[in-house]
């Protein structure tokens, strides 16, 4: 019996269903003709980003996802995170909706939420009204429904000539023995590009009072130690993020490495990290913490991370691997991309480009 009878072939196997592989599927049932080409600048994030951001807003199906509840940020002394920020917002051409203030100004807005912030370490705030956060499951959903039950994508086993892994902290585990057996040199090995990192997130579920205090909030960026989350309507989880990120790594049976991979359980989170993720809690929001409350959630998110952050989208730069492409690597800020990012590695997939 012929095995390969039934089988069918396509263009692209996407593996993985995150945010990649779903706005990659999407975007592949469009006229590929019409993929612009990203400009490589200085700027090349904001551009990206404000592309996306004009999706989130004007997407029919996308804006119940997107709250505009703008965002709040302290920079830290000594630091020209937010002066070099600002000065690409000037030099975009678009609006600039972003407004310098001053700590004691952060403090006594949006009714007071930020009183009790510590602002040891940090000299300025900024904020900026059109920025805010996005449900990424729910539009992830979302996304993945049109493009099956409108864009005509489907899910079918069989052949490909081109392989798209998007398959984000998982990918160096998964390409660990391929890479080992081919005894790929380190700088075009994958897990050399990146590996699979956590960090802690920890939720308070808030009474009908609270949300309506904490709902005045933008989302804040306490410098680079984390960042406090809105409750959204549905839920009422106030989340705080701390930015310090964690490996587990083992020792592969396959190739006999050690490897980078996200923790079985994700709800296990080491007591050293706890510790430190409480103490930045209460530098944020003391009041949250008080009379010894804790969080009612605990949560490791893992992520796929480059060495400099950026994404990782290409095709596999060793030459005995022509048909096998990455999107990988968010880094844990490429979720905001949903709505455009597939456009880009389609682009590559269409050798339009080498990477982005």
């Known amino acids: 019996m012929d095995n390969n009878r039934n089988r069918n072939h396509f263009d692209v196997l996407i593996v993985g269903g995150g945010i990649f592989g779903i706005s990659t599927a999407y975007h592949l049932a ?9 400009d490589y600048t200085s700027r090349f994030y904001m551009e990206l980003a404000y592309e996306a951001l004009a ?28 002066p070099r920020i600002r000065s690409n917002i000037r030099a975009s051409g678009y609006p600039d909706t972003a407004e310098d203030i001053s700590l004691s100004e952060a403090q006594a807005r ?57 398959t984000g902290a998982w990918t160096p585990w998964l390409m660990a023995p391929l890479e080992a057996s081919l005894s790929i040199s380190a700088p075009d090995s994958i897990t050399t590009q990146m590996q699979c990192a956590g960090v802690c997130v920890a939720a308070f579920r808030l009474t009908a009072a609270e949300a309506e205090h904490y709902g005045q909030m933008p989302v804040f960026i306490y410098g680079g130690k984390g960042e406090v989350m809105p409750p959204p309507p549905h839920h009422r989880l106030l989340k705080f993020t701390n ?19 996200p923790a079985p359980d994700q709800a296990q989170i080491p007591r050293r990290l706890r510790e430190e993720s409480m103490q930045l809690i209460e530098q944020r929001m003391p009041d949250m913490v008080a009379r010894g409350r804790l969080p009612d959630e605990w949560r490791l998110c893992w992520d796929g991370v480059s060495g400099d952050q950026n994404m990782l989208i290409t095709q596999h730069p060793d030459s005995r691997l022509p048909n096998l492409y990455l999107a990988t690597a968010g880094s844990f800020h490429s979720w905001k991309f949903l709505p455009t990012i597939g456009k880009y590695v389609v682009n590559v997939l269409e050798g339009r480009q080498s990477r982005l």
């Open 30 to 38: 469009f006229d590929i003709n019409k993929v612009v080409r990203a």
């Open 55 to 82: 999706a989130w807003k004007t997407t029919e199906w996308l804006t119940p996802f997107f709250h505009q509840t703008g965002w709040l940020m302290l920079n830290e002394k000594g630091s020209d995170l937010a």
């Open 110 to 166: 949006w009714g007071g939420v930020f009183a009790g912030v510590d602002t040891t370490g940090f000299d300025s705030a900024y904020t900026n009204s059109a920025a805010g956060w996005a449900d990424a499951s729910g539009a992830l959903q979302a996304m993945a429904s049109k493009a099956v039950q409108q864009l005509g994508v489907q899910y079918i086993v069989g052949e490909a000539t081109k392989i798209l892994l998007a």
């Open 243 to 261: 930015a310090h990120t964690v490996l587990n790594t083992q020792r592969h049976p396959a190739c006999q490495r050690d490897i980078s991979v």
